[in-house]
């Protein structure tokens, strides 16, 4: 999804436990998608529970660190 020159800027991300900088903008990517579905999910039929704090506490994981 991102251009050669974003994805290596994105890869500078400061190190976290548990997230790999080199495959960062894939999961970038990933969270984007995520994130639209849960939200598509919550305005129709509920998710599991467990998904969307996942995909919650994913967010804030990147959100805290970008």
Partial sequence: ????????????TPELPGLDSENLPDA?????AEIASARVMLRGDAPTLEKLIDT???AKRLARTN
């Fill in 56 to 58: 919650i506490n994913f």
């Fill in 28 to 32: 970038l990517s990933r969270a984007y």
């Fill in 1 to 12: 999804m991102y251009d050669p020159q974003t994805a290596a800027l994105i890869r500078q």
